[in-house]
């Protein structure tokens, strides 16, 4: 299988040490990163390609531009994992939509596209005989959509709710464990590098509500925004909350849930007993799942991290790979 990558930050290059590590009959023929591409048919040299973005450099040559490589690479899917835009998904919107139209399967973990334009896109997909996955957009390593989609077929789903967004987890947990304030706890994160710089978009549980619209639209049949997720982020919570509720055998944690036959979709910091299974330590994820036939199920794994979010791309390729790309 042939594939383009777009992006070569932690997930590209742990999509790209993957397949230098394991024989998964994976080549890549078009990479490019924000300044640079590179074409070959042949099959890029990824080792060299590490190499010079270790070293700072472009990944490949200024006069490839990342539409280039989308619009002229020869491959059978573009593996997109460029940074997340959650107000117009661009740029990766167009080049998703670019890879489709030329007959491509698209594989993301970008959640700007599948948030703003899943209807669209899946249509554009189906239209061109293509598969369009996103395993990567929701709970990294967790296979939460391949669970949701396949082994849970057939299931109604009343209820899912978990532990969506690991740097608000960790910071919770921090709290609760050494009684640090939320300003000590995302210090400490942001050394860590579980926190970026500026950590609005997790801390006020934007990243948790972009991941519920995700599953709510594209797994359970509903039609929302981001606008639609009644939202509290962790900001406000004090040392003395953590403390109260430890008191009554309890923690805090940033919960998203959605409601399907409510229309509900909400994050807030809710108190969950100690012994609850979604008490995740550190930068986990957790999420339960209600459902009519199966019964509750919790999933529990690694939301971040180059060579976690890398399984599940690489997860998707396979699926691909085993349905369509050596069969036709
Ligand atoms: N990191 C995780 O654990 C994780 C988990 C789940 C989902 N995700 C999602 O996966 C995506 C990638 O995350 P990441 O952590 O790998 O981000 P990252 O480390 O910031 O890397 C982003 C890469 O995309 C490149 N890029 C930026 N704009 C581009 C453009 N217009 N065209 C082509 N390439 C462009 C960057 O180029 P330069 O190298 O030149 O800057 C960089 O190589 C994001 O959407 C993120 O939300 C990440």
């Known amino acids: 299988m042939r594939i383009a990558l777009l992006g070569f930050g932690s997930v590209g290059r742990g999509i790209a040490r993957a397949i230098l590590a394991k024989d998964l009959s994976i080549t890549v023929t078009g990479l490019a990163d924000s300044r640079s591409g590179l074409i070959d048919p ?46 117009t998904a661009e740029p990766a919107l ?23 334009a899943y209807p669209e896109l899946r249509a554009l997909a189906e239209a061109n005989g293509v598969f369009l996955k996103y395993e990567a957009t929701v709970c990294g390593a967790i296979p939460l959509i391949h669970a949701l989609q396949e082994g849970l077929a057939g299931n109604t789903i009343s209820r899912l709710y978990g532990v969506f967004n690991g740097t608000c987890n960790y910071i ?25 710089a500026d950590p609005t978009y997790d801390v006020e549980g934007i990243d948790a ?8 639209n594209t797994i359970l049949g509903m039609q929302t925004t981001l ?19 430890e008191d009554q055998d309890c923690t805090i944690r940033l919960i998203g849930e959605i409601v399907p036959e409510a229309g509900a979709l909400r994050v807030s910091p809710r108190l969950i007993p100690e012994v609850h299974p979604l008490v995740v330590e550190g930068t986990l994820n957790a999420v339960s ?13 690694k939301g971040a991290g180059s060579t976690e979010t890398a399984s599940a791309v690489i997860g998707d390729l396979l699926y691909i790979q085993s349905r369509h790309v050596q069969g036709s």
Do not use: W
């Not at 606008?227 to 982020?233: F, K, M, N, P, Y």
């Not at 799942?289 to 794994?301: H, K, N, Q, R, S």
């Open 209 to 216: 509500a972009i991941k519920l619209v995700i599953l709510a």
């Open 289 to 301: 799942v209600e459902t009519d036939l199966a019964g509750e199920l919790t999933f529990i794994g």
């Open 42 to 87: 042949d099959g890029i040299d990824l080792a060299a390609a590490l190499a010079r973005k270790g070293n700072g450099d472009p990944c490949g040559l200024p006069d490839t531009s990342p539409a280039d490589v989308v619009a002229k690479a020869d491959y059978d899917v573009l593996v997109e994992v460029t940074p997340t835009n959650v107000e």
């Open 94 to 116: 167009g080049h998703i939509r670019e890879a489709l139209r030329r007959h491509k399967h698209v594989v993301t973990s970008n959640k700007g596209p599948i948030a703003i």
């Open 172 to 196: 919770l947990t921090r709290m609760a464990a050494e009684g640090l304030t939320y300003e000590q706890a995302l210090a400490e994160a942001r050394e860590l590098g579980y926190a970026e």
């Open 227 to 245: 606008a639609d997720v009644e939202r509290t982020g962790i900001t406000l919570l004090t040392p003395d909350a953590l403390q109260l509720a």
